[in-house]
């Protein structure tokens, strides 16, 4: 079989990734999620990439933690937690992002909690607006809708808040923590799609009616099947947009994915998950790609496996297949 390729229909070069390891946990708070990126590329994830599937892999061989721009002191802002400090590690990843993705390149984030996706998504639709002139999609793979506003959110972990910045329904003057986030760093609501949702907070599914978002629960995946929803998913985007697929471990079933720090049973198995991602890639519209919340430190017995289901994951998205 001839070595996958990611379509150049929105990259310079389908053989090319940017790679970005970020081994930061500060919007939740339980730590682990800061060793996964390692564990990742320990597992051959990077080799496989390489070797496998023949991509030209742009990593400069380090996992960000960021910790020369995280603040001494980080008071609680709009009852955020640490908000200083995600938002300093999330605009310096944006800056990485945007740097990757303004050649060309797929760029591939390892995270990580959730709350990187500020970044990751704000950097790559930067790209995309210059790069191409047009709006990017958003494809949200999770067991939680991660769209509170700071208001909404009862526990106050921004891993839970990244949707509603990115699309601006929630904002922070300039000179808050997140007012650095542009409006040619936003997504729209009706550019936007989850997939496996089935922990959903109350204020969050009123924000989803509200603003009818397109969002396909567990219930929708029983109803129709792995296939139908995706049908229905890309659908929506439409056949010429280009799409970032943000890919938190725990939209999977703890039975397949048990080492990450929100586990919810009744979710994903891995092939549908796997399915998801050669579903995304065969659409030649795939620019980037988030991989989040695998926590090695949790569930150690799971650990391996959580790391395998993440890999198997990532090279789904990038083209490996069954046959």
């Known amino acids: 079989m001839d070595a996958p390729t990611l379509q150049p229909k929105f990259l310079a070069n389908g053989n090319d990734i940017g790679m970005v390891a970020v081994g930061f946990s500060g919007g939740q708070c339980k730590p682990g999620t800061d060793a996964a990126p390692m564990a990742l590329i320990e597992s051959g994830l990077v080799d496989q990439l390489k070797d496998d599937l023949k991509y030209n892999v742009h990593y400069d061989g380090k996992v960000h933690a960021y910790g020369d721009i995280i603040p001494q002191e980080d008071p609680d802002h709009r009852q ?19 740097d990757h993705a303004k050649e060309g390149r797929f760029v591939l984030t390892l995270g990580g ?5 500020i970044g990751t998504i704000s950097g790559t639709a930067k790209a995309i607006r210059e790069r191409m002139g047009r709006e990017m999609a958003v494809i949200w793979v999770d067991a939680h809708a991660d769209i509170n506003t700071p208001e909404t959110s009862d526990s106050g972990n921004i ?19 997140f007012g650095w986030i542009k409006d040619d760093q936003k997504v729209s609501v009706k550019k936007l799609v989850y997939i496996g949702l089935r922990d959903v907070d109350r204020g969050e599914k009123k924000i989803l009616r509200d603003h009818g978002i397109k969002a396909f629960s567990m219930h ?17 985007i ?3 947009t280009p799409i970032h697929l943000s890919f938190d471990i725990d939209a999977l079933d703890p039975m397949w994915a048990p080492s990450t720090g929100t586990a919810v049973r009744g979710g994903l198995t891995l092939r549908e998950g796997d399915f998801i991602a050669e579903c995304v890639h065969e659409t030649g519209s795939l620019v980037a790609l988030d991989l989040v919340e695998v926590n090695p430190s949790l569930e150690e017995q799971g650990a391996a496996e959580t790391v395998r289901a993440g890999v198997s994951i990532v090279r789904c998205a990038l083209g490996d297949t069954l046959l």
Do not use: E
């Open 159 to 177: 891993h839970g808040m990244p949707v509603s910045f990115l699309t601006g329904l929630a904002s922070d003057k300039p000179d808050a923590p």
């Open 238 to 240: 439409g056949s010429d």
């Open 80 to 98: 955020m937690k640490k908000p200083r400090a995600v938002s300093a590690v999330t605009q310096k990843l944006s800056q990485q992002v945007y």
């Open 113 to 117: 909690d959730h709350s990187i996706a």
């Open 220 to 236: 929708d995946v029983d109803r129709h099947g792995i296939g139908k929803v995706m049908d229905m998913a890309l659908g929506w």
